[in-house]
């Protein structure tokens, strides 16, 4: 079975390459039925409703069952909704990163200028060689904003925990409702900065922010997933302005006032708490917490599970596979585990809500687990090989899997999740339609990439 599997899977990345290519090409899909072309259209949607909703509503359905502070389930894990949210919050990062190199306003307000260089030639004419460094001195439009983000990170940070305080229930339980919710690059550093967990414990464990719950559905109603875009209600943007005296979206105020960048930043660090030598470390610090995410924010928009047919069946396998890699912490005290990418989507929701995290990995792996995204690579493959072996000798399956769209439809195919079909077809049968609904969701995203009308599914 485990070899007839393999050679499954390679068939499947066989097909899944000729349907890019044809995606890209011709934009007509091609799949392969018992070994026979054929090729596959889908009609358009007309209207918005008929618009296929990728991911699926359904799977948020659960975030408002965990409200308020967490006390009532000390070990609980996150669930599918807060990681499918998660995975929202971090394309709408991807998107934001990628709309900030394209910018051309944004490159007159960081002064970032093409400059092309002029070679003379032997006859004596001149030629113009374009700026092989431009894309490189846009990418330093992000680095600046994020130093940005981590002034306006610190204001609302010094002030956020009054707030809280004020949400205070009967049982003491705080919460962050919809209404404070901050701007999008004050999220994106304190995101950063729960993602390490020892760090942020020690620096808040006093705090509020600490003992509230990650606000999951306020974060979700934020983001239109159709284009990652996230807007606060306005509310929430008086409330920030309120709160720190700063405005509230920094990207749009940098994109309609080219000029603002040095009026912004003077104002932000006016407004931070005196600047120290330990504040300027804090803030070199968090900047690098947020530069350190990026490779995996590109990692997860390359697999872009939230917009795969197989999102809920990868995600019930990346929780099962997460708790059992909690497990090896307490069986293993001595080994240096590294998590795998869909195990990591796991840990890091976990980690979003640190009461919750504590509390988890105390009665679960025994201890706080703290992690540490800066060990260098070296270590990082050790631990590696470490962490297969005694998966391995633990749960008698492989580690390291491939997490493709195809390979998880399989997954789910053969765990007999509806994801795929009803009833019981060959494999030879299962293998087309896994194709064909692969190749259906991808239709759908690269028309919404081109701004193309959506296709919508044959009745
Ligand atoms: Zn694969």
């Not at 912004?264 to 330990?278: C, D, F, G, N, Q």
């Not at 795969?308 to 396998?317: C, D, I, L």
């Not at 997954?411 to 077809?425: I, K, M, N």
């Amino acid at each position: 079975m485990a070899l007839a599997i393999n050679s499954y899977n390679r068939k499947l990345h066989e097909l899944s390459k000729e349907s890019l290519n044809a995606i890209k090409g011709v934009k007509t899909y091609w799949y392969n039925t018992h070994d026979v072309w054929k090729p596959t259209e889908w009609p358009t949607a007309a209207t918005k409703d008929e618009e296929p909703k990728i991911p699926s509503p359904d799977i948020f359905a659960d975030l408002t069952s965990l409200k308020g502070t967490t006390t009532d389930k000390p070990a609980a894990l996150p669930t599918i909704a807060q990681c499918a949210v998660h995975l929202e919050l971090l394309e709408t990062f991807h998107v934001l990163r990628q709309k900030m190199f394209w910018s051309i306003p944004l490159d007159k307000a960081f002064d970032v200028k093409e400059e092309p260089r002029i070679v003379h030639q032997r006859d004596g004419s001149e030629k113009k060689l374009k700026d092989d460094r431009f894309a490189e001195k846009r990418n330093e439009k992000w680095t600046k904003f994020v130093t940005l983000a981590v002034y306006r990170f610190l204001v609302w940070w010094d002030k956020i925990d009054g707030v809280l305080e004020n949400t205070k229930d009967r049982q003491g339980r705080m919460s962050m409702g919809s209404d404070h919710l901050p701007p999008l690059d004050v999220l994106m550093v304190w995101h950063s900065f729960l993602l390490n967990t020892g760090r942020f414990k020690k620096m808040n464990f006093n705090r509020n922010l600490y003992k509230i719950n990650f606000p999951w559905e306020h974060i979700h109603n934020a983001i239109d997933n159709s284009k990652w875009e996230y807007t606060l209600l306005g509310t929430a943007r008086t409330n920030f302005t309120t709160l720190t005296g700063l405005q509230q979206d920094l990207y749009s105020a940098l994109e309609t006032d080219p000029t603002a960048v040095p009026r912004t930043l003077v104002e932000t660090v006016r407004l931070s708490p005196t600047p120290t030598t330990a504040d300027q470390s804090l803030v070199n610090d968090l900047a690098s917490m947020v530069a350190r995410q990026t490779s995996f924010i590109d990692k997860m928009d390359r697999h872009l599970w939230i917009r795969s047919p197989a999102f809920a069946g990868t995600m019930a396998r990346s929780l099962t596979r997460y708790s059992r890699f909690l497990t090896l912490f307490r069986l293993y005290p001595g080994t240096m585990l590294v998590p795998t990418l869909d195990i990591d989507i796991a840990w890091h929701t976990h980690q979003l809500t640190p009461s919750l995290y504590l509390s988890a990995t105390q009665a679960l792996c025994g201890r706080f687990i703290n992690h540490d995204d800066s060990i260098a690579e070296t270590g990082l493959s050790t631990g590696l090989a470490d962490t297969k072996r005694v998966y391995r000798e633990r749960f008698c399956e492989d580690y390291e899997l491939c997490s493709c769209w195809d390979c998880e439809m399989l997954l789910s195919a053969l765990e007999g999740r509806h994801e795929v079909s009803q009833g019981e077809p060959g494999i030879e049968e299962l293998g087309s339609r896994i194709a064909e609904e692969i190749a259906y969701y991808r239709m759908v995203e690269f028309a919404r990439r081109n701004g193309k009308p959506l296709p919508k599914k044959r009745e």
